[in-house]
């Protein structure tokens, strides 16, 4: 099976993505936050540089709880822009 290339529009989304999840981490450690997602260091740096645009749906969920943002916020995120995400505390 072929995948195929993502549109400007799902580009875009990753990148929105990408900032709300490096907001909602704040001062919190990248290593740290990858650990307790359970994803690698260098997958979440891609995502947060929006380099990884599409990431699977268990590493958002992953991220989700790891940064205690409602998975709803982050799908919202996806969809829409100007939709802010609450730096961790």
């Known amino acids: 099976m072929v995948r195929r290339p ?3 529009e799902q580009i ?3 990148r929105r993505l990408g900032a709300a999840l490096r907001t909602a981490r704040g ?3 990248l ?4 650990l ?3 994803i690698s260091p260098e997958t979440l740096r891609k995502i947060e540089a929006g ?4 990431p699977a749906f268990g590493t958002v969920v992953g991220l989700s709880q790891a ?3 409602p998975l709803e916020m982050l799908a919202e995120v996806w969809l829409a822009a ?3 995400v609450r730096q961790a505390s």
């Open 6 to 8: 993502l549109t400007p």
């Open 12 to 14: 875009a989304a990753g």
């Open 27 to 29: 001062d919190r450690g």
């Open 31 to 34: 290593i740290e936050v990858a």
């Open 36 to 38: 307790a997602a359970g």
């Open 51 to 54: 380099r990884l645009p599409a």
């Open 67 to 69: 940064l205690d943002v």
């Open 82 to 84: 100007d939709i802010p």
